[in-house]
Nanobody
Framework: QVQLAESGGGMVQAGGSLRLSCGASGRSFSNYHIGWFRQAPGKERDYVAFISAYGGGKDYADFVKGRFTISRDDAEKTVFLQMNSLKPEDTAVYFC???????????????WGQGTQVTVSS
């Protein structure tokens, strides 16, 4: 089983960048598909991006395409979410989680991290 922990959140101005990290402990991290989600106050948890085991497949929600990039370093047991051209509507708590297969549905993910806050000011 893998345990995940997010880091790298913070406060930036619109147009700025942040890189989130999803660090893992446990065995066989490279075998896990990893997804990023976000949740703004009073809203549902939304899918952001996905990277397959070993990094061969990637997928993005339409609202982040061209701005966010997901990657992984299995040697470091870390998945990254590079976020550029940030907008105030990107403000949310960002979570990473592991899945057994590709999905955009939060209820198909396990091993959620505690989340990291991203705040984008206008």
């Amino acid at each position: 089983q893998v345990q995940l922990a997010e880091s790298g959140g913070g406060m930036v101005q619109a147009g700025g960048s942040l890189r989130l990290s999803c660090g893992a402990s446990g065995r066989s991290f490279s075998n896990y598909h990893i997804g990023w989600f976000r949740q703004a106050p009073g809203k549902e948890r939304d899918y952001v991006a996905f990277i397959s085991a070993y990094g061969g497949g990637k997928d993005y929600a339409d609202f982040v395409k061209g701005r966010f990039t997901i990657s992984r370093d299995d040697a470091e047991k870390t998945v990254f979410l590079q976020m550029n051209s940030l907008k105030p509507e990107d403000t949310a708590v960002y979570f990473c989680a592991a899945a057994a297969h590709y999905s955009r549905r939060a209820n198909e993910y396990l091993n959620w991290g505690q989340g990291t806050q991203v705040t984008v000011s206008s």
